[in-house]
């Protein structure tokens, strides 16, 4: 009689968790402790704090990616309008149209509005533009001239 009496009872038992757990059991293994619930919803403050600890080591490295890379854009600029005060045409447009394409991949991996921020304006943009058309129509014309130009050895 003690033997179906502990059987009743561990029947009745287990009726009661799958009703208090509405079957999660069966679906989904046994009920999570609230630790574990915590860590599987992703509101365990630990893992927040991990997370977030995360995100901004990615985004302090993108910072400093950028800031690298504007640096880079700085000594382009620079290059190129030495070039054009040097009356190096070719050099100039060179120079100009290597930094708007390294001002692309800025705008392109860096946040809106960085590279206007670290002191690329519109109007810095718009005449490095004038100095690569400028400079490099300059170029090519002179490399024109002096193929199709004779060569002139003063006065006869």
């Not at 009745?12 to 679906?27: A, M, N, P, R, S």
């Not at 880079?72 to 620079?78: I, P, Q, T, Y």
């Amino acid at each position: 009689m003690g033997l179906v009496r502990t059987a009743l009872l561990l029947l009745v038992l287990w009726v009661v968790i799958f009703q208090l757990t509405d079957g999660e059991c069966e679906k989904n293994g046994p009920p999570l402790l609230p630790e574990a619930r915590e860590e599987s919803t992703g509101t365990n403050p630990l893992m927040q704090r991990e997370r977030a600890d995360e995100e901004n080591r990615k985004e302090e490295e993108k910072a400093k990616k950028c800031y690298e890379m504007a640096k880079e854009l700085k000594g382009l600029f620079l290059a190129a309008r030495e070039a054009s005060i040097q009356g190096d045409s070719c050099s100039s447009g060179h120079k100009a149209r290597e930094f708007l394409k390294k001002l692309d991949k800025l705008r392109t991996e860096c946040s809106p509005g960085f590279s206007e921020k670290v002191g690329f304006s519109q109007k810095v943009v718009k005449n490095v533009t004038r100095l690569e058309v400028l400079g490099l129509q300059r170029c090519t014309n002179l490399g024109q001239e002096s193929t199709n130009s004779p060569i002139k050895r003063g006065p006869e």
